[in-house]
């Protein structure tokens, strides 16, 4: 079996063959899935206090053979093979059209999209954003981007320069999974982001470890000082929920408000949650 891409510096393993076997039936998979319409939108709310700030666009892909395959399978495979590529741009596009439609039907809502850093990496990114925005009608400042560190590994000043341009176009830029990589904090806060968001296994571990709390208590002072909100990802209880609040988290989203939906269905969750239901 051969290996790609970035991992293709690997030593081979006997026992990672069947790993490198289901990345290529991914692969393979994948391909022409856009062309076959298998992959849709699921819209999760994100609260803060008792208002929805926006929502974060997830990807769902459905193969006719492979049946549901969960993102954290697929979209290492699509950034692996360029996939992602084309994949990313057809995310971009469907957030921007929701957008629009949900500004069209007078409950405007944020966007945020995920962003791989390979996406990112393209040169003419900003301006791909920025014909998205053209063709849907959409103000800058009605989509988010998240981002990860692992796009600033290379060139920080670069990365900064970029997030620059897309903030002058309104667009906002958070960074996901904060606390997960292991880039300096101090080269972090040089890109101008307006976000921070605290992925759910953290929330998860804070709950029954103390140094987890003060991680997020921690990321949440820095937060402060840098005039960042911040986001806790991943709340599932009640219990939860006062423990971010309480660590300094102004935003949150998890399934203890709603799961990701498709956008109809969270037309009818809005409706329901303005009404105070
Ligand atoms: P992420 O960006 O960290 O997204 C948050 C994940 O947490 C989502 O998983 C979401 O469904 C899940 N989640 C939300 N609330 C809760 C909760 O209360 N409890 C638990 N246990 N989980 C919760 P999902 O949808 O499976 O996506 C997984 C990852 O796949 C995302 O992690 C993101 O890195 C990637 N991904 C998803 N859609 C896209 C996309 O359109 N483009 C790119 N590049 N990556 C995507
Ligand atoms: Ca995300
Ligand atoms: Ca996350
Ligand atoms: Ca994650």
Not at 35 to 41: I, K, N, V
Not at 63 to 81: K, M, R, T
Not at 193 to 208: G, M, Q
Not at 215 to 224: G, N
């Given at each position: 079996?051969?290996?790609?891409?970035?991992?293709?510096?690997?030593?081979?393993?006997?026992?990672?063959?069947?790993?490198?076997?289901?990345?290529?039936?991914?692969?393979?998979?994948?391909?022409?899935?856009?062309?076959?319409?298998?992959?849709?939108?699921?819209?999760?709310?994100?609260?803060?206090?008792?208002?929805?700030?926006?929502?974060?666009?997830?990807?769902?892909?459905?193969?006719?053979?492979?049946?549901?395959?969960?993102?954290?399978?697929?979209?290492?495979?699509?950034?692996?093979?360029?996939?992602?590529?084309?994949?990313?741009?057809?995310?971009?596009?469907?957030?921007?059209?929701?957008?629009?439609?949900?500004?069209a039907a007078g409950?405007?809502?944020?966007?945020?999209?995920?962003?791989?850093?390979?996406?990112?990496?393209?040169?003419?990114?900003?301006?791909?954003?920025?014909?998205?925005?053209?063709?849907?009608?959409?103000?800058?400042?009605?989509?988010?981007?998240?981002?990860?560190?692992?796009?600033?590994?290379?060139?920080?000043?670069?990365?900064?320069?970029?997030?620059?341009?897309?903030?002058?176009?309104?667009?906002?830029?958070?960074?996901?999974?904060?606390?997960?990589?292991?880039?300096?904090?101090?080269?972090?806060?040089?890109?101008?982001?307006?976000?921070?968001k605290i992925d759910h296994e953290f929330?998860?571990?804070?709950?029954?470890?103390?140094?987890?709390?003060?991680?997020?208590?921690?990321?949440?002072?820095?937060?402060?000082?840098?005039?960042?909100?911040?986001?806790?990802?991943?709340?599932?209880?009640?219990?939860?929920?006062?423990?971010?609040?309480?660590?300094?988290?102004?935003?949150?989203?998890?399934?203890?408000?709603?799961?990701?939906?498709?956008?109809?269905?969270?037309?009818?969750?809005?409706?329901?949650?303005?009404?105070?239901?």
């Amino acid at each position: 079996a051969k290996t790609q891409g970035k991992n293709s510096y690997r030593v081979f393993h006997p026992d990672m063959e069947a790993t490198v076997h289901a990345q290529e039936r991914l692969e393979s998979a994948l391909r022409g899935a856009l062309d076959r319409g298998e992959f849709t939108l699921h819209y999760q709310p994100q609260v803060r206090g008792s208002a929805v700030t926006g929502v974060e666009a997830l990807l769902r892909w459905t193969h006719h053979d492979l049946g549901e395959v969960p993102p954290d399978q697929f979209i290492p495979v699509a950034e692996d093979s360029a996939i992602i590529l084309p994949l990313g741009a057809w995310v971009l596009d469907q957030a921007a059209a929701q957008a629009a439609r949900w500004q069209a039907a007078g409950t405007p809502l944020r966007v945020a999209v995920n962003v791989s850093p390979r996406e990112f990496a393209q040169s003419d990114f900003v301006e791909r954003v920025q014909g998205t925005l053209t063709r849907h009608h959409l103000r800058g400042e009605w989509l988010e981007l998240e981002v990860t560190e692992r796009l600033v590994v290379r060139d920080i000043e670069a990365a900064a320069h970029k997030i620059r341009q897309l903030r002058r176009l309104g667009v906002l830029v958070s960074l996901d999974d904060f606390g997960a990589g292991h880039s300096a904090l101090s080269s972090l806060m040089k890109l101008p982001i307006s976000a921070l968001k605290i992925d759910h296994e953290f929330v998860e571990n804070a709950e029954f470890h103390e140094g987890g709390q003060q991680l997020i208590q921690a990321i949440t002072s820095v937060a402060r000082a840098m005039n960042l909100a911040v986001v806790a990802e991943g709340v599932e209880t009640e219990r939860q929920l006062n423990m971010v609040r309480a660590l300094g988290c102004d935003q949150v989203q998890g399934f203890l408000f709603a799961r990701p939906m498709p956008a109809d269905d969270l037309a009818r969750w809005l409706a329901e949650w303005r009404a105070g239901g």
